[in-house]
C-alpha cells in the first residue's frame, strides 16, 4: 500500500491515539509523531520543525526512508533520518554507539568517529530506538546496549563503550541496567 505513494515532496506528522501503531518506524522518517489529546504547543512544534524540514529540502529522502523501513516487514531498524544544521544525514542504526543530550539538541557519536549534532532531543530518540536495544542509563545519556564494552561498579557505576568513553550510569537505572545482561 505504501508502495502506491509515488510522488515525493509531501511531509508526514502523525496525529493518533495509538502509540503502539508503527511509533518507531514512522517516527524516523516523520516530522512528528503527536498523540491524542493533542496539545496545542506540540502541534506548534511539529509545524515549526515541518518548516524547518521544507526549507532544508529533505523530504524525498526522508519519505524514501520511510517507505524503505515500512517494507522491510520485520522489527529490525535500518535507517534513521538525522535532520542536521546543514540538512540531514542518512545512517544505520546499528552504527550508533550513543547519543547524548546537549539541552534541546542531541549529538550522536557513530562508530566511525564521526559526530553528529541534531536538533531534536534525546527522549525523542529514546522513543524510537529502545525497542532496537538502546538504553537510557542516564538523563544527558542512551546507549547501543550491542556496543557496551565494560561495566563498573560504584554508586551508580560506568560503562565503557567500544570506542573507550566511559559514561556514568544513574542510580536509579543500575538495576535495570546490569539486570539486561545478568537478569
Known amino acids: 500500500m505504501v508502495k502506491r505513494a509515488s510522488f515525493h515532496g509531501f511531509q508526514v506528522i502523525f496525529i493518533t491515539a495509538y502509540n503502539q501503531y508503527a511509533i518507531d518506524a514512522f517516527k524516523i522518517a516523520a516530522v512528528d509523531y503527536l498523540l491524542k489529546p493533542l496539545r496545542i504547543q506540540d502541534l506548534k512544534n511539529a509545524l515549526i520543525r515541518f518548516e524547518e524540514r521544507v526549507a532544508s529540502k529533505d523530504s524525498g529522502t526522508s519519505v524514501k526512508v520511510l517507505i524503505d ?3 522491510a516487514g520485520s ?3 535500518k535507517r534513521i533520518v538525522l535532520p542536521t544544521l546543514n540538512g540531514f544525514e542518512v545512517i544505520h542504526v546499528n ?5 547524548e543530550s546537549e539541552r534541546n539538541y542531541t549529538s550522536f557519536y ?17 522513543q524510537i ?3 532496537f536495544g538502546f538504553f537510557r ?3 544527558s545519556h542512551l546507549v547501543n546496549l550491542a556496543l557496551v564494552k565494560k561495566y563498573f561498579r560504584g554508586q551508580g557505576g560506568e560503562v565503557e563503550m567500544s570506542d573507550g568513553t566511559v559514561i556514568p550510569i544513574s542510580r536509579s537505572k543500575k538495576d ?4 539486561l545482561f545478568i537478569g
Not at 552504527?95 to 547519543?99: A, Q, V
Not at 557513530?110 to 529514546?126: M, W, Y
Not at 535495570?176 to 539486570?179: A, C, P, W
Open 110 to 126: 557513530l562508530t566511525d568517529g564521526r559526530k553528529a549534532l541534531v536538533s531534536k532531543t534525546l527522549k525523542d530518540f529514546e
Open 137 to 139: 542509563i542516564h538523563q
Open 176 to 179: 535495570e541496567f546490569v539486570n
Open 129 to 131: 530506538l529502545t525497542a
Open 75 to 77: 522489527n529490525e531498524l
Open 95 to 99: 552504527t550508533i554507539i550513543r547519543c
Open 69 to 71: 523501513n515500512f517494507d
